[in-house]
């Protein structure tokens, strides 16, 4: 996974597999370092799942026999002299933070978080999922429950208003 965008779709659609019906995704960047934390109120896991996603030959999957984007993330942040961190509880969901230390040479880049948050909002009409970006000073949050509100009676996943959500939230990253 050659950028932090393709490990956010990742984690997400593993939150969307676990039957969340609410998504967090916050991205806070320092000077340094970028965080990542993906929460979810999906089915969760037990210690002993959440102890074996680290190993790329475990999946719950059944169309294929390896489970990477878990793997792929520790080993980008880990790269960077970063580290992930996943908490889980059957029932209640799932939390997965991410630290990647920007300046060093190994840290993927952001690739792109307006388009990936647009589709993300966009393609799963029954999650709220919802989006915080802090960086210095600059601080913008947006859910699906606060774009239903601004669209009305349009769906999310009309192309015009994806394109004005992916347009919206790249104005006030910027």
């Given at each position: 996974?050659?950028?932090?965008?393709?490990?956010?779709?990742?984690?997400?659609?593993?939150?969307?597999?676990?039957?969340?019906?609410?998504?967090?995704?916050?991205?806070?960047?320092?000077?340094?370092?970028?965080?990542?934390?993906?929460?979810?109120?999906?089915?969760?896991?037990?210690?002993?799942?959440?102890?074996?996603?680290?190993?790329?030959?475990?999946?719950?999957?059944?169309?294929?026999?390896v489970g990477?984007?878990?793997?792929?993330?520790?080993?980008?942040?880990?790269?960077?002299?970063?580290?992930?961190?996943?908490?889980?509880?059957?029932?209640?969901?799932?939390?997965?933070?991410?630290?990647?230390?920007?300046?060093?040479?190994?840290?993927?880049p952001m690739?792109?978080?307006?388009?990936?948050?647009?589709?993300?909002?966009?393609?799963?009409?029954?999650?709220?999922v919802c989006?915080?970006?802090?960086?210095?000073?600059?601080?913008?949050?947006?859910?699906?429950?606060?774009?239903?509100?601004?669209?009305?009676?349009?769906?999310?996943?009309?192309?015009?208003?994806?394109?004005?959500?992916?347009?919206?939230?790249?104005?006030?990253?910027?």
């Amino acid at each position: 996974m050659n950028t932090l965008t393709f490990h956010i779709t990742d984690i997400a659609s593993n939150s969307v597999r676990a039957g969340a019906t609410r998504i967090s995704l916050e991205i806070t960047i320092h000077e340094d370092h970028t965080t990542i934390r993906i929460t979810d109120n999906g089915c969760g896991m037990d210690a002993e799942t959440v102890s074996r996603i680290t190993n790329p030959f475990y999946t719950t999957r059944t169309t294929r026999k390896v489970g990477l984007g878990i793997p792929f993330l520790i080993q980008n942040a880990e790269q960077t002299g970063g580290h992930v961190s996943i908490t889980s509880e059957p029932g209640k969901g799932t939390a997965v933070t991410a630290c990647f230390i920007t300046s060093n040479i190994d840290c993927p880049p952001m690739g792109d978080l307006p388009g990936t948050v647009a589709m993300l909002i966009s393609g799963n009409p029954g999650i709220n999922v919802c989006f915080s970006y802090r960086k210095e000073e600059l601080f913008f949050e947006i859910s699906s429950e606060d774009l239903h509100s601004i669209f009305e009676d349009i769906p999310l996943s009309h192309p015009k208003v994806i394109l004005a959500i992916r347009e919206m939230i790249a104005a006030n990253l910027s």
